[in-house]
Each structure stands twice: as C-alpha cells, then as structure tokens.
C-alpha cells in the first residue's frame, strides 16, 4: 500500500520540480543513490523498472527507504502494462510513471487514489490521459519531439496541462532556463543527474552537490 497520498506525490513534485530516476539491479547501489538524493533535498525519486528481478530490488530498496528515509517519496517508471503496475503498487509504489500512455493503468491508479504520470508524445495523448485523470502528463522523449517549443506551442490553448519533460534535460542553467520559461510543471531527469562516471568513481559526495545546486536553481528559475 503506497504510504504517501496522491495530493501529496504531486504537490512535492511539484514544489521540487525535479523528479530524478534511477535504476540498477545493484541494491546497495540504488540504496546509496537513494541516501545521495536525500541528503541533497530530493524528497521524491524514480526507480526505473527495467532488467531481470527489477521488482525485488525495488521490494528491497522500498523497505529499507520506508525505515531509513521516510520522508522520500519512492515510485517506479517505465510501466507500461496494468499488471506491472499492479505487482509494484502491490510492493507500495507510491506513484507510477509510464513511457506510453495506457489507458487500463490509469483506471488501476484511480482505483487505488496513486498518481500515474504517462509518456505523450502529442495533444491527442495529452488530452486522453487527462480525461482519464492524470494530472502530470511526461513528455518523452522530450527533445525528439521538439523540445521546449512543443511545451510551449501545447500550454497556448491548453494552459491547464501540466507537462513533465524527460528526456534531453540536464543540470544547467541554460537547458533548465528553457523548459521552465516555456511553462514545464516539473522536468525528469536521469543520467544527467545521476552520472554513471561519479557512480563508476563512487563520487557520491560530488552528486550530493549537484542534486542540492539543481534544486536550487529550479526555484531561480521559477520565481
């Protein structure tokens, strides 16, 4: 059962504006991503489901963030079938994120009162994934499809839409700059963030510092 609900999933992410993801089938790994973004003021992240026995490392690092961290909000992505979802709401997803849009894991999350943020790639996707409910939707991949012009061109007519970009964004004033003046909700972000050399290097102190500096820089951004 999630721990933490739906109002409160979205209002933090989107107060942090910034969802970071992450996967690896490595549990003290991801545990020590997970304590690197906690001590940098992350209060939400994504486990990203992918690769062999992704639900029992993600079972693994959920009981030990629900006692060590439990404040963070811990979801998963890449979900793109009712019944993935359903196995990880089961381990207490607290939200669920999908590549694409399916229309029978957005009836599953409304049953069960948890956010599920689905992967649009137009305005036709865009406006059925909300009028089954979803209130964020996530642009991917977000620079393909046209990057911070397609965020602004869809919020003319439809200003209440609220757009995660995923996917081409990344840590710098410049990049951030645009999605957010072109009125993104929140952005995504994965390697960028979580960089594979400072993992490889086990520079964790180094990533402590970018996830505090970005968060920071989001709120400039916005104000």
């Known amino acids: 059962m999630a721990r933490f609900d739906r109002l ?3 209002s933090t992410l989107m107060d942090d504006g910034m969802l970071p993801l992450f996967n690896s089938p490595d549990v003290a790994l991801v545990k020590g991503v997970v304590a690197t973004l906690a001590r940098g003021g992350s209060r939400i992240m994504e486990f990203t489901n992918r690769g062999e026995f992704a639900i029992n490392t993600f079972t693994e690092l959920m009981q030990h963030t629900t006692k060590t961290y439990p404040d963070l909000i811990l979801g998963v992505g890449s979900i793109e079938d009712a019944p993935t979802a359903a196995l990880y709401i089961a381990q207490g997803a607290n ?4 590549p694409n ?5 957005a009836r599953l999350c409304n049953r069960r009162k948890i956010p599920y943020i689905p992967g649009c790639g137009s305005v036709s996707e865009i406006s059925n994934a909300e009028e089954l409910g979803a209130e964020i939707v996530k642009l991917f991949p977000a620079d393909a499809l046209g990057g911070a012009d397609f965020v602004k061109a869809v919020l003319g007519p439809r200003p209440w839409t609220r757009i995660m970009p995923t996917g081409g964004v990344s840590p710098d004033e410049k990049n951030l700059g645009e ?6 909700a929140c952005v995504g972000m994965g390697g960028k963030l979580i960089r594979a050399d400072w993992l490889k290097e086990g520079n964790f102190a180094a990533m402590e510092t970018l996830v ?3 968060l920071a820089l989001i709120k400039k951004l916005r104000a």
Do not use: Q
């Open 8 to 10: 409160t999933v979205y």
């Open 101 to 105: 849009f399916n229309p029978e894991i």
């Open 212 to 214: 505090r500096d970005t």
């Open 95 to 98: 939200f669920i994120v999908g």
């Open 179 to 184: 999605w957010f003046s072109a009125g993104a």
